[in-house]
């Protein structure tokens, strides 16, 4: 079987590979092939890959090729992680919100707009390649912002493309762990769009164990979200927010430590992982190493300001190992050999969530078997969870039709009704310095 990996100079992809290392089973991926417009980082992963694979008797076979349609022709399964205008776009996502005193998160608000609108061309263009050579494919999507990009895909792919996202899963998996359930048996009440949903409940053998977290402050208090959010906020809610929310609900406090910060996110990142780049050109590096000191920075700063508003001090152990690439893993699994599980994916609504058209993709459990996804259903979401859903949804839509009509008054509006962008003024200025930064956005006039 044949995994390709769309964006296979990126630094996480050594995760996907090892996931696959320890698959040994019948109808397994056996080979993969990487896919990067920068030769030089395809170099990069490769080796690391290679270290990875030694001593693994049946590792599948790599390849890199800075062509398409010949990494999309005969794929089973197509990832896709690529990052349009790269780490140094990101990094100027978050300078030009901040310098309108607005988030820059690459997903939430104006940086996840602006990320929005210079991927969502690139990745209809992928989606329409992959539909001419690679029909028969799947294609699981991991690009930021993940369902604004899962939707565009989907206008040409259909129900052939999934988007996966390790929050949720992370998200579940502390909650189990605090109640002394096996995340693998419990199920899990999730519901909203990527970056923006909620759990409201937790089910093991048929029992919500939800409001016995909520009801013990200890409890709610030891993991993750019960320090970001605070647990008379989560009490008040009964539910547990995805870790996203708080540039929602903590808005203020947000920008300002994103403003009082020595390096943005996006900064750090592209510094770090330059070096990490930099050091491969070294024949003599040990690059897996050298990619796992890297890896154990990264993962021990993620989403650090929002920890430092909250007070809720370094990130647990447990919470230090990703997920994506074990969802994405799953996924194949189980359309591939047809072992049924549940995942919470993005995937088109289909009467879903009734507030939300049909087409509308969300993030939500669903049964998954040879012949895709499939959303179950779920019980409405309370007003104030629908407005907000309701609201970025819109946004979203905004964006997918600037990108449609290159209009620079669509992506003004797109930017100007987000909950987080606080002005029409704003929002007007705000295409002006991304436009002036990003080059991917010249198309809007």
């Excluded at 539909?131 to 259909?158: C, K, Q, Y």
């Excluded at 995340?183 to 016995?212: F, K, M, Q, S, T």
């Excluded at 949804?393 to 987080?420: C, I, N, Q, W, Y």
Aim: hydrophobic letters at 40%; proline letters at 4%; one cysteine or more.
């Amino acid at each position: 079987m044949k995994l390709t990996i769309l964006g296979g100079g990126g630094f996480r992809v050594p995760l996907v590979y090892g996931a696959l290392l320890g698959d040994h089973a019948e109808g397994r991926v056996t080979r993969v092939v990487l896919h990067d417009l920068d030769a030089g980082r395809l170099s990069a992963v490769t080796r690391v890959l290679a270290e990875q694979a030694a001593g693994v008797a049946d590792a599948p076979e790599v390849s890199a090729t800075t062509d398409l349609d010949e990494a999309l022709t005969g794929a089973d399964f197509v990832f896709s992680a690529i990052r349009v205008g790269g780490l140094e776009g990101r990094a100027n996502d978050e300078k030009v919100a901040l310098d309108e005193g607005v988030l820059g998160q690459e997903t939430v608000g104006a940086g996840g707009i602006a990320y929005g609108l210079r991927t969502v061309p690139v990745a209809e263009d992928i989606a329409r390649r992959v539909a001419r050579v690679a029909p028969d494919a799947w294609v699981i999507n991991f690009t930021n912002p993940a369902g604004l990009v899962t939707e565009a895909m989907s206008r040409h792919l259909g129900d052939r493309v999934i988007g996966i996202c390790d929050s949720p899963v992370g998200l579940g998996r502390r909650i189990a762990r605090v109640l002394g359930a096996n995340p693998g048996e419990a199920w899990i009440d999730y519901v909203g769009l990527n970056h923006l949903g909620w759990v409201r409940g937790l089910r093991v053998n048929g029992r919500d164990e939800l409001p016995r977290l909520l009801a013990d402050p200890d409890l709610l208090g030891s993991f993750e979200e019960g320090k970001l959010f605070g647990t008379d906020w989560l009490q008040s809610l009964g539910a547990i927010p995805n870790e996203y929310l708080h540039y929602y609900y903590f808005n203020r406090e947000a920008v300002r430590a994103y403003s009082e910060a020595e390096k943005t996110r996006g900064a750090f990142l592209r510094d770090q992982q330059a070096g990490f780049y930099d050091e491969m050109k070294r024949p003599d590096a040990d690059a897996l190493t050298a990619w796992d000191r890297t890896r154990a920075e990264r993962e021990a700063t993620y989403m650090a300001e929002a920890r430092e508003t909250a007070g809720a001090g370094e990130r647990d152990a447990d919470d230090l190992s990703g997920g994506y690439e074990k969802v994405a893993l799953a996924l194949m699994r189980a359309i591939a050999r047809d072992e049924r599980t549940t995942l919470i994916l993005n995937v088109q609504n289909r009467g879903t969530l009734s507030v939300l058209d049909s087409e509308a993709v969300i993030e939500v459990p669903c049964l998954v078997d040879a012949n895709g996804a499939h959303p179950v259903t779920v019980d409405p979401l309370p007003d104030h969870a629908s407005g907000l859903v309701c609201s970025v949804k819109a946004v979203e839509r905004e964006v997918l039709a600037a990108a449609d009509s290159g209009s620079r008054t669509t992506a003004v509006k797109a930017f100007a009704l987000h909950p987080l962008v606080d002005s029409v003024n704003v929002a007007r200025r705000l295409v002006d310095g991304y436009t002036s930064v990003h080059p991917g956005l010249a198309y809007l006039k």
